[in-house]
Every structure is written in structure tokens, then in C-alpha cells.
């Protein structure tokens, strides 16, 4: 059987994100699992992901990195409150702040790898440190705040 | 006749970008202006590029920032050199780093409007100010640091 991914665990409500929900036909649909401490997340570009020809677009990168970041935030949290990801209630984040660098332009050709690590936990915010590479070749990092959600947002 | 936006100045091969590229038709096709001397970008999102219902999907923001920063990068040294944009050589941008500060929850239904600033230009480097606004309220700030491609790089 599977692993379900990260993604798969959230609820109705929260499944129309265009960078992860499962419920947006015209989204990324991106899906996060554990690798021991850390996270990771495969995607392939589409020819039309590009920046200049031959490179992936910077802005996709930043989409990936912010939503495996922030997913990986509240899978970090069940972890740390010993909790199943389809227990009640349900935990999740919200970017507060993204910061994103580009070390080497990103080729077109092979799936991207994005793999995060917890930095921090502290109360109600989750820091978040992201490695995007190619081939095995680092091209970007990506650093993200993720905020919980009041529980008066969980609507689903 | 129509004032001609940053991104129709730019060369066949640099119209292929996701983000502003006037060829990608599945992109996201964005216009700048200047205004006096901020730059301006108005973006209406689909329904599609949610987050959670009623809000903007955050990596949509951080591609709009992006894309219009670099944009915006690339007009400045056009100005500040007091030449036209459609003069050769050709100045183009990349990212090297995007900082996204996610100040209050982007609603869906009116257009996003992105208004950058020129915070510094140092030799090859720029760095540009942006604050996202819907509706007259602000709700995103963004800095990014461009940086002219080498010469090598202007195919187009």
C-alpha cells in the first residue's frame, strides 16, 4: 500500500490550494512525505514552467517551496504532539514569511527534488529550511515562517 | 495609443516567461508601467489560483512579485543610462533572492495591485520595494535583489 502523502490527509476545505490541493484540476498538486528528519518532494516542470528558455521559472520555485514548506510545518506538529495527520483537530499553516534564493539558475530537463528540514518550533510558528536541487545539484534555498491558523479558521 | 508596459519591450527570446512572457500562453502574462517613479502591475486572479477559499494563493504573490520586480529592475537601468527600452544592448534581470512578507490574508475579488519602488542600484545589483494592495489595503510586502545577466546571456 502507498504512503499517503502529506497533502492527502487535509481536509475538504482545504484541498483547493492551487500549489496542493488535490481539488484543483488546474493546480500543481504537489505531495510531501517524511524521509526520516526531513521532508521531500519531487515535481517536474512543465515546458511551460519556463524563465528563460532552458530554465525553470522562479516563481514555480517559490510556489514549491511554500507549499511543501508549509505542509511539512504541520506534519512537523502532529509529529511533535504525537498525533496521527487524520486526528481531530486539525493543524495548519499559513506562510508568514517566505525568503527564497536563487544560487544557480534552475535547469529545465530532470524533476526537481525540494527537500525541508525543521528548524524551530515555538509556540504557534514553525520555522522551515528548504533545498531544491537538480540532479543532485543545489539550486535554490528556501526559509519559511509558517504561522498555525486560528482554530475559528478550520472550517473543515 | 496605448502606452507599450516593460514587458513588451522585451525580445523574442526573453517572452517565453511564465510570469510576463507576452508568448507563454499558458502564463501568467503580466504588464508594469511606470508612475512617476514607482512602477505599477494590476493583476486579476483566476479563481483557480486560491489558497484557501476566499484567499490568494501566496505563490501566485510571489510570482507576481518576482516577475514584476525584475521588470521594474530592468526599466530603471534603462532610465538611469537614459536610454530606451527598446535600445540595444538589451538589460535584463534575474532574481538572486526574494524575501515575501505575508501581512494579512489576500482576498479574492478585486485586482491585485503591486506598486515597486527602486530601493538601490549598485553596479550590476538592484534592489526592489514592493507592496501588494487590494482594495487600498495592503497586504504583501516584498524585496528582491536582481541582478543584470551576463552579456553572454542576451541570446535574444
Known amino acids: ?21 488535490v481539488l484543483n484540476e488546474h493546480g500543481l498538486r504537489i505531495k510531501s512525505y517524511w524521509d526520516g528528519e526531513e521532508s521531500v518532494c519531487a515535481f517536474q516542470p512543465r515546458p511551460h514552467h519556463t524563465s528563460f528558455p532552458g530554465f525553470v521559472y522562479g516563481g514555480l520555485i ?9 505542509a511539512t510545518a504541520a506534519a512537523a506538529a502532529y509529529r511533535s504532539e504525537d ?3 487524520d486526528s481531530d483537530p486539525p493543524l495548519r499553516y499559513v506562510t508568514a514569511s517566505l525568503k527564497v ?40 534555498r528556501g526559509e519559511l515562517v509558517a504561522v498555525r491558523i486560528p482554530d475559528t479558521m478550520n472550517a473543515g
Do not use: N, W
Open 1 to 21: 500500500m502507498k504512503e499517503k502523502a502529506f497533502q492527502e490527509y487535509y481536509s475538504e476545505y482545504f484541498s483547493h490550494c492551487y500549489g496542493c490541493g
Open 62 to 70: 517559490a510556489s514549491l517551496i511554500d507549499c511543501h514548506s508549509t
Open 83 to 85: 498525533r496521527a495527520m
Open 101 to 140: 534564493d536563487y544560487l544557480h539558475p534552475t535547469p529545465m530537463g530532470s524533476p526537481l527534488e525540494l527537500r525541508s528540514s525543521i528548524r524551530e518550533i515555538k509556540g504557534r510558528k514553525i520555522v522551515v529550511d528548504t533545498r531544491l536541487s537538480v540532479d543532485g545539484k543545489e539550486c535554490v
